[in-house]
């Protein structure tokens, strides 16, 4: 069965700092049990992306969940939540900074300094049945990079995941967001999806930028519901406004 419209939600911490790209342990958990009561199954973006080439839309009752950057704290939380629920979900990589740290800028208001995932825990992740994507080698703004800088960006990530886990990659995010047609045209040279963070659900938009729902706006856990359920459209597209000239968002 398809349908239209698709919420892809992005994680980035799950931890109790209560930063702007952090959920805690126990709300990611209810969160989970929320899916599964509205019965939403999570899958990973490619699974997605799959569907929706084979049938020109969404595959319907399912959520997708990512979790960008690679924080440990994904191994550690959110893994045995989505394996209690039997859930997939995609992880996007800074394959620069595995088993490093988020120190690509300068750090987050009560984030700090957090642990990025080891190659062995990404295994894990994949054992687990999650799709592992990539995030660029260093987490840069792609904008300001020159065209040489962008291709390498985007290729040697892919390259450096394929090499790892010994399978075709083939979802992307773009760091905080950020890209240009150039971006664009060669991430989908070398991907079939890509994630910007544009604040809404998915519909018919090019598979090189689809927005997501980040679940920062989503705590409470009846605008999560809502959210999912696309209840919160109109009230997001507001979110979407405001946003737009908040600096503090742009430093995801
Ligand atoms: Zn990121």
């Keep these: 069965m398809a349908t239209d419209r698709l919420a892809i939600l992005t994680y980035h911490s799950v931890d109790d700092s209560g930063s702007v790209v952090s959920t805690s342990p126990a709300l990611f958990v209810k969160q989970m049990a929320v899916l599964a009561e509205l019965g939403l199954r999570g899958i990973s973006l490619a699974e997605a992306v799959r569907y929706r080439k084979r049938e020109g839309a969404w595959p319907k009752n399912v959520v997708v969940m990512t979790f960008d950057d690679g924080y440990a704290n994904v191994h550690e939380h959110a893994l045995p939540a989505l394996r209690e629920f039997e859930f997939s979900a995609t992880v996007f990589v800074v394959t620069g900074h595995v088993g490093l740290a988020n120190d690509w800028a300068p750090p987050l208001e009560r984030l700090g300094?957090?642990?990025l995932m080891t190659w062995s825990q990404i295994d894990d992740l994949v054992k687990a049945g999650l799709e592992i994507g990539a995030h660029t080698v260093t987490h840069p703004d792609l904008r300001r990079l020159d065209e040489q800088a962008v291709k390498r960006e985007i290729a040697d990530s892919r390259q450096s995941?394929?090499?790892k886990l010994q399978h075709r990659i083939s979802t992307f995010a773009y760091p905080f967001g950020w890209h240009t047609e150039y971006a664009r045209r060669i991430v989908g040279e070398a991907f079939d999806a890509a994630c910007t963070?544009?604040?809404?659900?998915?519909?018919?938009?090019?598979?090189e930028a689809l927005p997501r729902l980040d679940t920062y706006y989503l705590q409470q856990p009846d605008d999560f519901r809502r959210a999912v359920m696309g209840k919160l459209d109109r009230y997001l597209a507001i979110r979407r406004w405001g946003r737009s000239v908040r600096a503090v968002f742009r430093e995801k």
């Design 113 to 115: 300094l957090q642990p």
């Design 161 to 163: 995941l394929e090499d």
């Design 197 to 207: 963070t544009e604040l809404r659900r998915a519909s018919y938009e090019s598979l």
